[in-house]
């Protein structure tokens, strides 16, 4: 346990330095200010603005800033669908693969531009080299950038003042590529690479097992994949077994290595939010609000976890001895790698939740209940608990736009926010983009629940295959695209309701927040008083973080109590389930 608390402390201290780092950084390049790399790679950004016809100069309002952000994912997607259908006759295909099934091809096209990377195929025997790298790859890059461009413009609403412009879609857009993703994942890719990680165009290689068997082993140009799905919180793995794998997660430094890469990019936007807004307190606060939420799902996760399934606590297990011979560790190992253990595992599995990573390195549905209910939650909650690339900022200040709403509510106050009162429609807007969340998840698991070929398609019955399906269709809203890996997604009914619930969960949320930060950029700035609520101490880090746990309560306790809390009580008692019982 101890050991445990020190990794967690040393793991928190690496991100805080690393998010102040960045955070900087990305509030000096994203105020238009010349940062270090700007010597270098200016004139390829001026350059890029002339090819396509650009001016950095012009900025745009709500308006024109959404539909540039849609055209360009709409070009995206339809662009990614059509190389999976004719991935046979691109190059870079050396195992010869046909093309992707209709539906699967847009599952998977829609997945990767929404940020999602849900994966419902084996990517070693369905996707091309050239899919992997030009059709997904990419798209790892612009949903991130698009990501970080959303929350940008969201904070430029907080901190300009009567005007109705937010910025440049496609001047963001570039910059976060540009000097943020494409630098981290250059050296990224040399690390991976140097710890193991392939880097190739190679054809498979056929190997011998010590039964006699063949066994093909994968290639491919997977550490450049592996950084950009970590640092733009994608998940998509290019192997099935994800960061579980040995070729994607070779080493203890590499998960570590990894966990950081899920993380810093969000936690360095609550420290960019500060500094673009003139109170680097106020993002410290955010900050503060994510820590601690992560913090509480790591600990309850690993306790879960360590304290085991008390099924198998019998005599016979407590003499369990490893291949060596010494004895087995304790708690849950079903489903984790031993050169991760548990607390490595439950580490991963509560980061990769709390943001919209996905990726894994061991599997949720072998959790115990309650292990597996805080990575379902973390999801549901919208991913606020430092959350997906930009998607993790401006959700948390949806929320405190909510919080502050209510402290308004209580004291008797118009609300405001770093000076900025917050009125009707911006309450309208913040709530329509919560509700956007759970009414998809809700409303796609109740069909699920009753349609034949949903529930022919889940691995357990009862409680757990409830579990199961309400973490689909909360993975693919929350644009997560974690499995729970007890679910054959893909079969038509998840192909396509899946498909729309992250089209509905990426965009439909982030209309109302650009339609915020129109309507807060073309506020004046209130001074500052008395009677103005404090946001930046203990008392709205609380507020904020019971505003968060309490409407996601009251949202999906009524479902999880019928999936993952009965089925933490059935387990204590002693009932198993099967498919035939």
């Known amino acids: 346990m101890v050991l445990n608390i020190a990794m967690l402390v040393v793991f928190i201290a690496l991100l805080v330095g690393l998010s102040w780092l960045l955070g900087t950084y990305m509030a000096r390049l994203f105020s238009g200010e010349r940062v270090f790399l700007s010597p270098l790679l200016q004139p390829v950004e001026r350059g890029i603005y002339r090819l396509t016809g650009v001016n950095e100069a012009e900025e745009m309002r709500w308006t024109t800033y959404t539909i540039a952000m849609l055209l360009f994912n709409v070009g995206g997607l339809l662009l990614t669908y059509a190389i999976l259908r004719l991935q046979q006759v691109l190059p870079f295909n050396p195992q010869h693969l046909g093309p992707v099934e209709p539906r699967l091809a847009f599952n998977t096209a829609v997945s990767f531009t929404t940020n999602t990377n849900w994966q419902a195929y084996y990517p070693e025997t369905t996707m091309s080299y050239f899919s992997q790298m030009v059709g997904l790859a990419v798209h790892n890059f612009t949903s991130a950038a698009t990501g970080i461009a959303i929350a940008i413009a969201l904070v430029r609403g907080f901190a300009r003042r009567t005007t109705r412009e937010i910025g440049n879609f496609w001047v963001d857009l570039v910059r976060a590529t540009l000097y943020v993703l494409l630098p981290i994942c250059l050296v990224g890719t040399l690390v991976l690479v140097s710890r193991g990680v392939p880097q190739n165009l190679d054809a498979y290689v056929p190997t011998t097992t010590l039964a006699g068997a063949t066994q093909w082993l994968p290639m491919g140009p997977m550490a450049s994949q592996e950084i950009i799905k970590e640092l733009g919180t994608n998940g998509g793995g290019f192997l099935n077994a994800n960061s579980a794998h040995p070729f994607e997660n070779p080493t203890p430094l590499t998960n570590l290595i990894e966990m950081l890469a899920i993380l810093v990019i969000a936690g360095a936007l609550a420290v960019t939010f500060g500094k673009m807004v003139g109170n680097i307190r106020q993002g410290w606060a955010i900050f503060a609000a994510m820590a601690i939420l992560l913090v509480v799902g790591i600990a309850v996760t690993t306790i879960a976890e360590q304290s085991g399934n008390p099924l198998l606590s019998h005599a016979g297990a407590s003499q369990a001895t490893t291949v060596d011979g010494s004895p087995a560790p304790g708690g849950n190992m079903e489903g984790k790698e031993t050169r991760f253990g548990i607390a490595a595992s439950t580490l991963w599995a509560v980061i990769t939740t709390a943001t919209s990573c996905g990726a894994v390195n061991s599997m949720h549905d072998s959790y115990t209940p309650l292990g597996g209910l805080i990575p379902l939650a973390n999801i549901g909650l919208g991913e606020v608990i430092f959350g997906g690339v930009g998607s993790g900022l401006y959700g948390i200040l ?109 965009f439909l ?73």
């Open 509 to 581: 949320f982030i209309v109302p927040v650009l339609a915020l930060a129109g309507n807060l950029a073309a506020k004046k700035r209130a001074t500052e008083t008395a009677g103005t609520f404090p946001t930046t101490g203990g008392l709205w880090v609380g507020l904020l973080i019971g505003v968060i746990v309490i409407v996601g309560a009251l949202t999906y306790f009524p479902a999880y109590t019928l999936g993952p809390v009965i089925e933490q009580f059935q387990m204590h008692a002693g009932e198993t389930f099967s498919l035939g019982g």
């Open 398 to 506: 949806i929320c405190a736009v909510i919080a502050i709403f209510i402290a308004g509510l209580m004291v008797g106050r118009t609300p405001e926010y770093l000076g900025k009162k917050i009125e009707q429609y911006d309450v309208k807007m913040a709530m329509l983009a919560l509700l956007v969340i759970p009414l998809t998840i809700l409303g796609f698991s109740g069909a699920a629940a009753v349609s034949g070929d949903a529930l022919a398609s889940r691995f357990n019955p009862a409680a757990h295959g409830l579990t199961e399906i309400l973490y689909a269709f909360t993975s693919a809203t929350g644009n997560n695209g974690s499995a729970f890996a007890g679910i054959n997604a893909n079969v038509p009914f998840y192909l396509i309701g899946q498909g729309f619930a992250m089209l509905i969960g990426r």
